[in-house]
C-alpha cells in the first residue's frame, strides 16, 4: 500500500467514524471539476471557475450519504462527475475498488449499469411522448437483452409494483400522472437496471411536502430490500437527516465538514453548518427561537462577499470566527470529537460561535 492509498484510507475512517466494514462502494478522491469562463471580446481571458475543489468522500455499501448545502455549492457537478456526465480534471472516482474515473466503450456502458440517477424533475427527466411501459423498459433492452413482448412487459409491471404503482400505469403517459407517480416511475426507471449505486439529485424538492415522505421512505425501503447505496444530493437538512447515515457539507465547492448524520446536528463542527441548521425551521418554538438568535448574531456578524483567492478559507468573509490565518491558508482536514472532519482554523484551535 502507498503512502497516497494509507493516507486516503485514514481519512475516509476518520470522516464517517467506521471501519472498512462494510467498505465503501464508492470512494471520490481529491475530485476537482472546472469550466471554462466565458470570455468577453477585447477583455483579458479569465481562468476556468473551478466548481469542485479536490473533494474527497466515500459510502459504505448499502447507506446513503447526505450531500446538503446551498445552491451553487457544486453538489450536483460532483453527481454528474460520478455519473460520467461532465469531465474531471483532477481526482479519482472508485466504484466497489475499481478507478472508473477514465472509462469508455464498453466498460461505460457497463459501469453506468452499476450506477443510475434520479434527477430532481420527474417530468423533464421523462420522454413526455412514450407510455411508461416503453420508458421503463427501455433500459431492460438495452442493458438487459430483453426485447419488447410480454418477459419485458412482466419485468416491468414487476418493477412498478416495487415502487408502489400498478400495472396499469403501462400504457399511461407521463402527463398523466400526478409529479409523485412520475418519481415513482423514475425510480422503477433506475431499478430496471438492477444498480447498485442511485444518485438522488434533490428527488423530492419539485413535489409536494405530502408526498416527498412517501418518496423518502420508499427509497428507504429499497435500500433494505436491495443493499442500495445512496448519494443523496439536497438543501433540505431535515430530509438529510431522516435518509442518511452521514452528512457531507459543500460550500463553494469545497466539503468543510462531514461526518456521522445525528453527530453533524446535534455538534456542527463549521460555522456555515452551524448557519445552514440555523437557517432550518423545526417544529418546536422554543428552538426555533434559539435558531432566530442564533442566525441574528451570525448576520450581525459576518460579510456576505464570497471569498475568491483558492489559498485562503472559502468561507473567511462570512464567517464570524474569521481569523487572519484564515485569509491566508486553506485549513487543513481536522478530526471531529463523535466521528468525522472539519476543514476549518477556529475549530482546529478550540474556538466555539456562542
Known amino acids: 500500500m502507498n503512502a497516497s492509498t494509507a493516507m486516503w484510507d485514514k481519512f475516509a475512517n476518520l470522516s464517517y467514524g467506521y471501519s472498512m466494514t462494510p467498505p465503501p462502494f464508492l470512494s471520490v478522491r481529491d475530485l476537482r471539476v472546472e469550466f471554462a469562463a466565458r ?10 471557475t473551478r466548481a469542485v475543489n479536490n473533494v474527497s468522500f466515500s459510502i459504505p455499501t448499502g447507506q446513503t450519504l447526505g450531500l446538503v448545502g446551498e445552491s451553487g455549492a457544486g453538489k450536483s457537478t460532483v453527481a454528474r462527475a460520478i455519473l460520467r456526465l461532465t469531465q474531471i480534471q483532477g481526482g479519482q472516482i472508485f466504484i466497489d475498488g475499481r478507478n472508473v474515473s477514465s472509462l469508455s466503450g464498453a466498460q461505460l456502458t457497463e459501469y453506468r449499469r452499476q450506477v443510475q440517477v434520479v434527477f430532481q424533475d420527474p417530468y423533464s427527466s421523462l420522454n413526455p411522448s412514450h407510455v411508461i411501459g416503453e420508458i421503463v423498459g427501455e433500459l431492460i433492452t438495452r442493458h438487459r437483452g430483453v426485447r419488447p413482448g410480454a418477459a419485458r412487459d412482466e419485468m416491468v409491471a414487476g418493477l412498478l409494483q416495487r415502487v408502489g404503482l400498478g400495472r396499469f400505469v403501462m400504457d399511461r ?3 398523466e400522472l400526478s409529479g409523485g407517480q412520475r418519481q415513482r416511475v423514475a425510480i422503477a426507471r433506475a431499478l430496471a437496471v438492477e444498480p447498485r449505486l442511485i444518485v438522488c ?7 409536494d411536502v405530502s408526498i416527498q415522505s412517501q418518496i423518502i421512505n420508499l427509497l428507504a425501503d429499497l435500500q433494505a430490500s436491495a443493499g442500495l447505496t445512496y448519494l443523496f444530493i439536497t438543501h433540505n437538512l431535515a430530509m438529510a437527516r431522516h435518509i442518511s447515515h452521514n452528512l457531507a457539507v459543500m460550500y463553494l465547492g469545497y466539503l468543510v465538514e ?10 456542527p463542527a463549521h460555522p456555515y453548518t452551524e448557519m445552514l441548521l440555523a437557517s432550518s425551521p423545526v417544529p418546536d418554538p422554543a428552538r426555533q427561537r ?19 483567492a483558492v489559498t ?3 468561507f473567511a468573509n462570512r464567517c464570524p470566527l474569521v481569523m487572519d490565518v484564515c485569509r491566508k491558508t ?3 482536514q481536522t478530526e471531529v470529537s463523535g466521528g468525522g472532519s472539519v476543514r476549518c482554523h477556529a475549530h482546529a484551535t478550540g474556538l466555539t460561535f456562542t
Request: glycine fraction near 2%.
Open 330 to 332: 486553506m485549513p487543513a
Open 201 to 207: 439529485d434533490e428527488p423530492t424538492s419539485a413535489l
Open 312 to 314: 485562503s478559507c472559502p
Open 39 to 48: 470570455q468577453l471580446l477585447f477583455h483579458r481571458s479569465r481562468p476556468p
Open 173 to 175: 403517459l407521463p402527463d
Open 258 to 267: 462531514s461526518g456521522p448524520t445525528e453527530r453533524v446536528f446535534a455538534h
Open 290 to 308: 434559539e435558531r432566530a438568535a442564533a442566525r441574528s448574531r451570525i448576520s450581525r456578524s459576518t460579510n456576505p462577499e464570497i471569498a475568491i
